[in-house]
């Protein structure tokens, strides 16, 4: 069954470790990445961005894949199946499929807009007993269409949103959605640490975790971050093993052209993918 993300999260907080957030695309990225929760005895949080929702065949569709997996390959550990970065409208819709969390990204909307909003989401959510996340400070990069410009959040700002009585927050902090360019500066720990200060026992969310050096992670998780979100590198390591098998002819010889054994390499390779995260994030056996 589902869960929420509030639990899992306040244990990480509590116990200085961070739950990933690896996103999905499809069954095979799902099974995977289940998959390895289990073997890693590991909470995990499946997130799905709008685009990959629709791509997925609608967010009910999404629900109907998730549930059935659990229970067909006996999933025990913590899941939250988790909108990534929701706009107001689609928050709705998940909550009315079935999603056992939302992160309303408000952060494009004036201060004021944002917080009216996300305390409404926060009184349905907590309602119905999903989590909810906000975003304060836009997160840099490009991720399925959302731009964001790459900011520090105000640590006011998010102490005024914390207030609201969101489960988690994500901060800018210096972070940006897929690749860092070579003359990126890095996470600000100042203002991370500001943050932390002034709102306490809140799980942080830092996202774009793809390429950030395992120091960095393992400073972020001592200040406070206990969810920290993964899309690239997945996907990176998917399109890389499986241009491999096409490249090596395997799928024109025998019955190697079969989908299931043409996209195995790529599940294969995200599961390495995600064993690793959960190594350097701390989450291993803390199901
Ligand atoms: P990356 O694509 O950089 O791993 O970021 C993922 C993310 O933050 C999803 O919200």
Redesign the pocket.
């Known amino acids: 069954m589902l869960v929420s993300a509030a639990e899992m999260l306040k244990k990480a907080k509590a116990g200085h470790y961070a739950v990933g957030q690896f996103?999905i695309n499809n069954l095979e990225w799902t099974k995977s990445i289940l998959a390895t929760a289990q073997e890693c005895n590991s909470p995990v949080i499946l997130?799905v961005s709008e685009g990959a929702g629709k791509y997925m065949g609608g967010y009910k569709a999404v629900v109907g894949m998730v549930n059935g997996l659990l229970e067909e390959m006996n999933i025990t550990v913590p899941v939250a199946l988790h909108l990534?970065?929701g706009s107001y409208d689609h928050c709705y819709k998940c909550i009315e499929a079935g999603f056992s969390s939302v992160m309303f990204d408000g952060s494009h909307y004036p201060i004021e807009e944002n917080v009216a909003k996300t305390k409404e989401l926060v009184a349905v959510c907590h309602e119905k007993g999903l989590s909810i996340e906000a975003e304060v400070g836009s997160?840099g990069g490009e991720?399925d269409g959302v731009v964001g410009m790459g900011e520090c959040a105000d640590p006011n700002e998010c102490k005024m949103v914390a207030d609201l009585g969101v489960d988690f927050l994500a901060a800018g902090i210096g972070n940006i959605?897929?690749k860092y360019p070579a003359n990126w500066k890095g996470l600000s720990f100042e203002t991370l640490d500001a943050i932390q200060q002034l709102t306490g026992d809140m799980p942080l969310v830092l996202?774009?975790?793809?390429g950030i050096p395992t120091e960095m992670i393992q400073k972020a998780i001592s200040l406070g971050v206990a969810k920290i979100?993964?899309?690239?590198?997945c996907q990176l390591a998917f399109a890389k093993a499986t241009r491999e098998y096409i490249e090596a002819g395997k799928d024109l010889e025998g019955k190697g052209f079969d989908p299931r054994k043409l996209l195995a390499p790529g599940a294969a390779a995200i599961k390495a993918t995600v064993k690793e995260k959960m190594e350097i994030f701390g989450s291993v056996n803390k199901a």
Do not use: A, F, Q
């Not at 996202?207 to 793809?210: A, E």
């Open positions: 996103n997130g990534d970065h997160i991720e959605h897929g996202h774009g975790g793809t979100n993964v899309n690239t590198e």
